[in-house]
């Protein structure tokens, strides 16, 4: 069936490093999520994406934190010099409409930041 | 403030025992309270969505269910395979989710 598949599926850094994830999301949905989700199962909304333009950056820590989806490419989020604090799963979802209707979710990529 | 509390944080029952998870939401601009399902080591699973109180949805051994402040997850005679994270996540207008913090049910057979 159709998924979102996010890579890699672990991903782990030295403080300091630079943490790079990916999502594809599925063919023909035009909205991409990026939800961090930390201990005790907190989500924390990221970032939305309809095509390549920028729908909603209100959860974005923006001083390390950036994303992107352009065309023909995987969705990615980068992380410049990771903290500890940044060791989450991080999950992206794809949607056809607006609003949070018909989210698919990936597997998440866990990042481990040491 | 916008908030969405789930209870209990975690839920063992006997395999045939039923019992109901809640989650109440104080959200402005709600679109939707959506429950999820999510297994160790993957995504979300979209199980039901209801947009207004009174709306009851089931699925298999699941049923939902919403009022103005709160949403049940009534789960009959569960079974071993039922043992996952429940979520329950509330749409708001700007275009994403407010997540509570999950339910871990396991069911012992």
């Known amino acids: 069936g159709e998924e979102v598949a996010q890579t890699p599926k672990h991903l782990v850094r030295g403080e300091g490093q630079k943490a790079k994830l990916y999502c594809a999301p599925i063919?023909?949905?035009?909205?991409v999520f990026w939800y961090q989700q930390v201990l005790k199962n907190e989500f924390k909304f990221l970032i939305s994406?309809?095509?390549?333009?920028?729908?909603?950056e209100t959860g974005m820590p923006k001083e390390r934190f950036s994303a992107k989806c352009l065309p023909n490419s995987p969705c990615s989020l980068e992380i410049q010099a990771t903290k500890l604090e940044d060791s989450a799963v991080y999950f992206c979802?794809?949607?056809?409409?607006?609003?949070?209707?018909?989210?698919?979710f990936g597997s998440g990529t866990r990042l481990t930041v040491v | 403030e916008d908030q969405v509390t789930q209870s209990p944080e975690a839920l063992r029952l006997q395999e045939g025992e039923s019992s109901s998870l809640n989650c109440s939401y104080t959200?402005?601009?709600?679109?939707?309270l959506f429950w999820y399902r999510q297994d160790p080591g993957k995504g979300p699973e979209f199980l039901f969505t209801?947009?207004?109180a009174g709306e009851e949805k089931e699925k298999e051994r699941l049923k939902a269910t919403l009022t103005k402040k709160e949403s049940f997850l009534h789960i009959t005679a569960p079974k071993p395979e039922d043992s996952a994270t429940y979520l329950c996540?509330?749409?708001?207008?700007?275009?994403?989710?407010?997540f509570g913090t999950g339910t871990s049910l396991t069911v012992i057979p």
């Open positions: 979802a794809s949607s056809s409409l607006m609003g949070t209707w018909g989210y698919t």
């Open positions: 063919k023909g949905h035009s909205y």
């Open positions: 994406f309809q095509n390549e333009n920028v729908f909603d």
């Open positions: 959200v402005s601009g709600l679109r939707g």
């Open positions: 209801l947009y207004s």
């Open positions: 996540a509330v749409g708001h207008t700007g275009n994403q989710f407010y």
